[in-house]
T-cell receptor
Framework: SAVISQKPSRDICQRGTSLTIQCQVDSQVTMMFWYRQQPGQSLTLIATANQGSEATYESGFVIDKFPISRPNLTFSTLTVSNMSPEDSSIYLC??????????FGPGTRLTVT | GQNIDQPTEMTATEGAIVQINCTYQTSGFNGLFWYQQHAGEAPTFLSY????GLEEKGRFSSFLSRSKGYSYLLLKELQMKDSASYLCAVREATDSWGKLQFGAGTQVVVTP
């Protein structure tokens, strides 16, 4: 199974600022994704991070708010822009391996004040 | 879209067995996952079923019946550390490989 790390593990940010979350995988993976889990809710897919091209966003999520980079097959970043308290969530990096099993990173717990 | 139903909560005694059922309705099925999630932590992968039948991994087993839209996760020899939320998730054939539809989760409480 892939080993996924994220930085930071948690942060408290002020309204209107931006935070960039990093995701590092210990092996090359074709498929990498970003999820959000709001308090008391289930996980929701934000976007697919495509290597070498623009991310593919799910309905309700836009690039201006959640820009994503994927410079190579082991690394991706998600930026949460112009934050509001409604963005307080756990943000999770996820990968699908060659067996089509899907794993999640440890998450970044974001609190916006 | 699809409905994924699982019980809200189950309680069992340490050393016992608990079976968590999950039913789903999908327009095109491409795999069913079970995850364990402790409070405040990320989901941990438990199993992935794409074909019918039972898969066993130590104390945990997962079963799938595609024709019935049904799966269960079996936890044997329960330990206190098994107290957690268990998430059933389905991958639809029409969605991207990474898009999973999650059930609301089943909170398992293990008592001494």
């Amino acid at each position: 199974s892939a080993v996924i790390s994220q930085k930071p593990s948690r942060d408290i940010c002020q309204r209107g600022t931006s935070l960039t979350i990093q995701c590092q995988v210990d092996s090359q993976v074709t498929m990498m994704f970003w999820y959000r889990q709001q308090p008391g809710q289930s996980l929701t897919l934000i976007a697919t991070a495509n290597q070498g091209s623009e991310a593919t966003y799910e309905s309700g999520f836009v690039i201006d708010k959640f820009p994503i980079s994927r410079p190579n097959l082991t690394f991706s970043t998600l930026t949460v822009s112009n934050m509001s308290p409604e963005d307080s969530s756990i943000y999770l990096c996820s990968v699908v391996d060659s067996s089509y099993e899907q794993y999640f990173g440890p998450g970044t717990r974001l609190t916006v004040t | 879209g699809q409905n994924i139903d699982q019980p809200t909560e189950m309680t069992a005694t340490e050393g016992a067995i608990v079976q968590i059922n999950c039913t789903y309705q999908t327009s095109g099925f491409n795999g069913l996952f079970w995850y364990q999630q402790h409070a405040g932590e990320a989901p941990t992968f438990l199993s992935y079923n794409v074909l019918d039948g039972l898969e066993e991994k130590g104390r945990f087993s997962s079963f799938l019946s595609r024709s019935k839209g049904y799966s269960y996760l079996l936890l044997k020899e329960l330990q206190m550390k098994d107290s957690a939320s268990y998430l059933c998730a389905v991958r639809e054939a029409t969605d991207s490989w990474g898009k999973l539809q999650f059930g609301a989760g089943t909170q398992v409480v293990v008592t001494p």
